[in-house]
């Protein structure tokens, strides 16, 4: 069963412009999620989907710089984006990651494609729910994203490419709740100046000038020796997606 992460980056975000190539301990954003995912031991491709702009010219020219996988298409129709990356490359299963996510960890990806490859009758689960914001991954089948592409009109499931997916009454969707404590209030995404203030701290103490893999619960235990993370991005307003098609209750 073949398996590919495919991360979907763009230069142009409305409140951090270029933050996908903005630096952190002296590389850019996108090597920091391409090398972390290169430790799962499940992931055979892992791929860079961006648009044709030419503002992601950098990101395209970035990708072939770093032997990167990449592929460019629509850049407001994403779920076509992702369709068309993934027919080129013919995973079975796909984990969708975003340039938005530094921290993305690879024993989290491999735990959660365990879980979906275990339970075989799933189409979409979003792995785990109480991880902090930026943490959970998106895991979905190639036949479903390709219903997905061929059904889908609303909006906000061309641009989100998973909204279709999980509020949809014909997919076997969950959302599988995370163990142990709910870290959901914490903030590890990347949207704002004051994000990339977080996550340059968090990096410059745990990776610093090396490579050091570090892990979600070694970020979880530098809190207590740094309380002042928690409240660097804590006002920030996470934008919500919003669907307006078939729904399935409350996942």
Request: aromatic share 12%; proline share 3%; glycine share 4%.
């Amino acid at each position: 069963m073949k398996v590919a992460a495919i991360i979907q980056a763009r230069m142009e975000s409305t409140r951090l412009p270029g933050k996908v190539l903005m630096e952190i301990c002296g590389k850019p954003v996108l090597w920091h999620i391409v090398n972390r995912s290169l430790k799962s031991q499940y992931l055979e491709h892992v791929i860079i989907a961006t648009s044709n702009n030419s503002a992601d010219d950098k990101i395209y020219q970035f990708a072939l710089n770093n032997s990167i996988d990449v592929y460019r298409g629509s850049q407001t129709n994403v779920l076509e984006r992702f369709y068309r990356c993934a027919l080129q490359y013919e995973p079975d299963i796909i984990v969708r990651l975003t340039g938005d996510n530094a921290l993305i960890d690879p024993y989290i990806i491999d735990s959660g494609i365990e879980y979906f490859i275990q339970n075989k009758d799933i189409d979409y689960i979003y792995y785990r729910e109480g991880l902090p914001l930026g943490m959970a991954v998106e895991i979905f089948t190639y036949q479903a994203l390709k219903t997905a592409y061929d059904e889908a009109e609303d909006d906000e499931c061309l641009e989100h490419v998973t909204p279709y997916l999980y509020r949809n009454s014909k997919f076997n969707a969950k959302r599988i709740p995370s163990l142990g404590e709910d870290y959901s209030y914490l903030r590890w995404t990347l949207d704002t100046s004051k994000d990339y203030e977080l996550i340059t701290k968090i990096y410059e103490t745990l990776y610093g000038n090396g490579e050091r893999l570090f892990c979600f619960e070694d970020v979880i235990e530098q809190y207590k020796y740094h309380a002042e993370w928690k409240d660097i991005n804590s006002n920030v307003k996470q934008v919500k997606v919003t669907y307006k098609g078939d729904t399935k209750g409350n996942i």
